[in-house]
């Protein structure tokens, strides 16, 4: 059985991982890691941290928790899909209330992940935000 391999089409991919919690931090940070090899991955613990790194270094992509200390996660993506139409915002985060996702989305995020993360598809759609292909070994 031929196994895939994602690999991107064109050039550096910058991504941005946002949330409070550490060890989910470190968790997903090494799990992308694994998978995006050539993805420049940067991580913030706070919506301020987000935001300056944003400023900063204009991220490709920006998976953003709702719930973040200093500035939430829904201010922070409305404030970004404002003034850097460029990034693609996911949220990722364990808040089902269908206020709050169709609020998500009415801004115009390229996606809502749930957690706990179910990673196939996770990982489609950042394929996708990415611009993998999948190729062969």
């Known amino acids: 059985m031929e196994t895939t391999v994602p690999t991107p089409t064109s050039g550096e991919t910058t991504l941005l991982y946002v949330d409070d919690d550490e060890d ?17 991955i940067l991580f913030a613990g ?7 790194k944003v400023v900063e270094r ?27 139409r460029e990034s693609k915002v996911v949220v990722v985060s364990g808040c ?22 179910y990673f196939p598809d996770f990982f489609q759609l950042l394929d996708e935000l990415i611009g993998m292909e999948e190729v062969g070994p």
């Open 24 to 40: 989910t931090r470190r968790m997903i940070g090494t799990i992308l890691h694994r998978r995006y090899k050539t993805v420049q």
């Open 58 to 84: 204009s991220p490709d992509i920006i998976l953003l928790d709702i719930f973040l200390p200093c500035l939430d996660g829904f201010t922070l993506a409305k404030k970004i899909l404002t003034d850097n």
């Open 96 to 117: 089902s209330d269908p206020v709050v996702v169709d609020g998500c989305l009415a801004l115009g995020i390229a996606g809502y992940v749930s957690k706990p993360i």
């Open 46 to 52: 706070d919506g301020i941290d987000a935001l300056l």
